[in-house]
């Protein structure tokens, strides 16, 4: 069959006239979306558009995208949420990039500038009818051990008939010893035109079966109403056997994908698959983020009754204004989301929707109404929310973390979320550019004494005195996050920061540290355990001895970019403080 017969059957292609040979080459056009970026205009998302700046050169570039985390610290730290389920799934970010012509993928290149290594998967979302679904172009695990220089990762593509123009990289960085860097991505592909008739039975035929769509995959094991065949041929007779305590103990170590498969082999396994759906207390679906679609939540919800801790996030959606029809629900829409809360939201204590695009405000209301038990919330990175729904989170009287990390809220909800859930222990507002702290540093420090982290990152609109503020009324904090913070006096916010609750302090890129703040840390914090004061020129030598003196818990210290901390002596501290990683970024 030609390559254009192949591209008709698809249908997805229409009235094309190239040859194998004929590639199109790009880099990015725009960034649709992302998990976290490290600055607002350095080390930036947009920093990944158009062609390399900075390749072949190795180093810390100001002109690449960096994602906020790296390693296991973020996760050891008193900020760090439970884990929900948490697997072989590692996946901690991904940036999702737009190229301006459709092509079918046949090379996919990632400039890679510093600690290279960290890419674990690479999804294409096609065009024309299927835009709503991700197909996995490839799949791998975190490279270790990889020289320090620059490179191009290009890996092997799965062969894939369809045309795209948007790609989503994923990454996995705890085994990361810094951040990681990237300079640009390349496309390389076949062009076409997208085809604008929609053939079911073409469609299903070629399309959805051969990019084996999660939801394509598990769909005969969710039909309540099939027979169920009985197994039995005797030479799986011995697994039947096995007490129904001895099988679940078996099947408790599959994913949720599998023991949906499994559920299919025979009326008894579908019995005790579907009971431990029923008793699971926690539910991490983002390791399926990018297959999760209305018809998927429909069948889960009525079996999530006991469920306490669910996380939907990266879930996506392309088409929130249109209810899925005619193909099966190939995106999350509001609806589909909505009703799995109305059926199994009541006993919720924890829910995760990070970068969840189809979450939206009508939504936020829907939650708090059937999850008045919500303890957790995380909506960091929902695009389409703000006040009108933010607001409703303060009818959450047990709510005590709440994420709301670079959304476009303001302070006219996240007040009212800060004088009712007074239990409130754990609060992200990195940032949220929207947010005017002079009006949330009262609010916290007269209604919230529990507060145990707060993070500030680049809120630069935080004054001395809202810190100040924040301390006097707060007085355990524990993890205080002021990355990017130049514009307050760090002398007077160390003399109330500094506290013997303090295990983790950002202070990255203030400008203002110096010599007497990390004193009065050694001075003030004995149960210190990570600090980071990187750019920060002023610190000394004999500062950072004194720290290490006296802070004997101490276990990550960043002082990349204090210059006046010669190398050698970092080298000789490593030796006598071994206990202590130290970070020391200099190029």
Request: net charge neutral; charged share 20%; aromatic share 8%.
């Amino acid at each position: 069959m030609s390559f254009r017969a192949r591209c008709l059957l698809a249908n997805l292609v229409d009235e094309i006239d190239l040859n194998d040979e004929d590639l199109a080459c790009q880099f990015v056009h725009d960034v649709l979306n992302y998990s976290s970026q490290y600055g607002a205009n350095a080390y930036c998302s947009q920093r990944i558009i158009g062609s390399p700046s900075k390749f072949p050169s190795y180093g810390d570039f100001a002109d690449c995208f960096v994602v906020r985390t790296y390693g296991t610290w973020w996760q050891r730290c008193p900020s760090a949420a439970q884990p929900i389920e948490r697997g072989l799934f590692t996946h901690r970010d991904f940036i999702e990039v737009e190229f301006l012509q459709p092509v079918i993928p046949k090379k996919v290149e990632v400039y890679e500038t510093y600690h290279p290594g960290s890419i674990v998967r690479i999804l294409a979302r096609p065009c024309g009818e299927h835009a709503g679904k991700w197909v996995a172009l490839w799949n791998g695990e975190p490279q270790l051990g990889l020289p320090a220089q620059a490179r191009i990762f290009c890996p092997p593509l799965k062969r894939v008939r369809f045309l795209t123009k948007v790609l989503r990289i994923e990454l996995d960085s705890q085994y990361q010893q810094y951040y990681a860097e990237f300079d640009a991505v390349q496309l390389t592909g076949v062009p076409g035109r997208v085809s604008k008739k929609y053939i079911p039975e073409l469609a299903d035929a070629g399309v959805i079966r051969a990019n084996e769509i999660l939801f394509h995959g598990i769909r005969e094991s969710i039909n309540e109403e099939e027979t169920v065949a009985t197994a039995t041929d005797e030479k799986h007779a011995h697994l039947l056997w096995l007490p129904n305590e001895l099988l679940i103990g078996i099947l408790e170590q599959l994913d949720l994908v599998t023991i949906l498969r499994c559920s299919r082999v025979c009326r008894r396994f579908y019995h005790v698959c579907i009971s431990m759906i029923h008793s699971k207390e926690e539910f991490d679906l983002q390791p399926y983020s990018h297959t999760v679609n209305d018809a998927f939540l429909n069948y889960l919800g009525p079996k999530l009754q006991s469920v306490k801790r669910l996380s939907l996030a990266w879930v996506s959606s392309t088409n929130l204004d249109i209810p899925p029809t005619d193909n099966e629900g190939l995106s999350t829409s509001v609806s589909g989301a909505a009703n799995l809360f109305r059926l199994s939201g009541r006993n919720l204590t924890a829910l995760r929707l990070a970068c969840c695009n189809f979450v939206t405000n009508p939504l936020l209301r829907i939650i708090v109404d059937e999850c008045p038990l919500l303890v957790d919330v995380d909506i960091q990175r929902c695009q389409h929310i703000s006040d009108p729904g933010v607001v409703h989170l303060q009818n959450l009287s047990h709510l005590r973390r709440l994420n709301l990390y670079s959304t476009a809220v303001s302070e006219r909800s996240v007040v009212s979320v800060c004088t009712q859930c007074i239990q409130l222990e754990h609060l992200d507002v990195g940032h949220c550019r929207s947010l005017k702290m002079s009006f949330i540093a009262p609010a916290l420090a007269d209604h919230c004494p529990r507060l145990r982290s707060l993070c500030l990152w680049f809120k630069r609109d935080t004054s001395t005195a809202d810190i100040v503020r924040i301390c006097g009324g707060c007085p355990r904090i524990e993890d205080f996050d002021l990355g990017w913070l130049s514009a307050v006096n760090m002398h007077t916010v160390m003399e109330h920061v500094a506290t013997k609750h303090l295990k983790r302090l950002c202070l990255t890129g203030t400008r203002t540290v110096g010599a007497m703040e990390v004193q009065l840390l050694a001075e003030k914090c004995p149960h210190l355990e990570q600090l980071d004061v990187l750019g920060n020129s002023e610190v000394t030598t004999a500062a950072i001895a004194c720290l290490l003196e006296r802070c004997r818990q101490l276990q990550l210290l960043d002082i990349s970019f204090c210059r006046a901390i010669p190398t050698p002596q970092i080298d000789a501290w490593k030796l006598m403080y071994p206990h202590v990683v130290f970070k020391n970024s200099t190029s």
